[in-house]
């Protein structure tokens, strides 16, 4: 678990280090993120100890899943702390919360509908 870890955290501080250094609005972690995602899509037919290392790496985010909720303790105090920006823009916070929500939605049902035309599609060439 300590060396899935450390793989987590260095993909992690790898993606920090490239968003500083190339100045990227695309926060550190996600980069890390996208770095590791690829170096498990291009070793995806090596070694057996590479998938060893996978299936412990991904053993150890499962876990770490499991205290996600801790997590956000820090943003809750930090909203407490300015509840009264919080109040002053309240009307521009609700109409962004439920704007983004609609895209979302709007966009997760386009991406559905094109998945399951394509699988349709599939399933009739066979």
Do not use: W
């Not at 992690?12 to 609005?25: T, V």
């Not at 998938?51 to 909720?69: E, P």
């Amino acid at each position: 678990m300590l060396r899935s870890l450390f793989i987590i955290f260095f993909f992690q501080l790898l993606g920090e280090a490239i968003q500083k250094f190339f100045e990227i609005n695309i926060p550190g972690p996600v980069i890390g993120l996208v770095l590791l995602l690829l170096v498990f899509i291009f070793f995806l037919k090596s070694s057996s100890q590479f998938k060893k290392i996978r299936k412990d790496i991904s053993n150890t985010s499962h876990q770490i899943i499991n205290y996600l909720s801790l997590l956000f303790v820090p943003i809750g105090v930090g909203v407490v702390m300015h509840i009264n920006y919080l109040g002053d823009n309240l009307f521009k916070i609700l109409a962004i919360i439920i704007i983004g929500t609609l895209a979302t939605l709007v966009f997760t049902a386009f991406v559905m509908e094109k998945i399951i035309n394509s699988e349709k599609k599939n399933v009739k060439r066979r």
